[in-house]
């Protein structure tokens, strides 16, 4: 799949809009990605994340994602990679945790899988889990990579799209200095 199918599928699905937005952080931008609306169609899933799979490192017994993000992108690379796939959750003081008694064998190898990366935090979070419970590591796989590159997990890391968003103070906006009119997303 090339990156302009990718980007194609993205905003024909409204994963991907472009216009003047809040978003959460009270910065503007001018592009929104929600990654739950392309999603939302299993047949995209399907396709995109086969072609994530392709993108991952070889050799994983497993596939593990951090829940909810995660969930249907992790599934859909380990039925592609024809292997299971377990996830983390939430915990009531917000720490991931492996819950519903999955298991990490000693010595297993794992992908960890996200829909989108931005500082990695619960990809590292989840790549801990998977060691301390004796398994390794052998790649993160991400449908979009929003950290500019700037991520480093050690492993090798496989994305179908790398999305620069750039984000304005509402002061420095060049979106409101041309009256576009502001978006929140998702509201
Ligand atoms: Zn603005």
């Excluded at 790549?127 to 990579?145: F, N, P, W």
Aim: charged fraction near 25%.
């Amino acid at each position: 799949m090339t990156e302009s199918e990718v980007l194609e599928i993205f905003r024909e699905t409204g994963a991907l809009l472009e216009g003047h937005f809040l978003l959460r952080s009270g910065l503007h931008s001018s592009r929104y990605f929600q990654c739950a609306q392309v999603l939302q169609w299993p047949q995209h899933a399907e396709r995109l994340c086969r072609a994530l799979a392709e993108r991952c490192a070889a050799g994983a017994q497993a596939v593990i994602s951090p829940a909810m993000g995660g969930l249907f992108v992790g599934h859909e690379v380990a039925r592609a990679r024809r292997v299971r796939h377990i996830f983390v959750e939430k915990n009531p003081t917000g720490a991931l945790e492996l819950r519903r008694n999955f298991s990490i064998g000693r010595g297993e190898r794992f992908l960890v899988v996200e829909d989108v990366v931005t500082r990695g935090g619960r990809v590292l979070e989840t790549m801990q889990i998977v060691r301390a419970h004796g398994g390794e590591v052998v790649g993160v796989g991400a449908l979009v990579d929003r950290s500019g590159g700037t991520v480093d997990f050690q492993v090798p890391f496989g994305y179908l799209l790398r999305l620069q968003v750039e984000t304005f103070d509402a002061e420095q906006c060049p979106l409101c200095r041309k009256g576009v009119p502001l978006v929140k997303p998702g509201s």
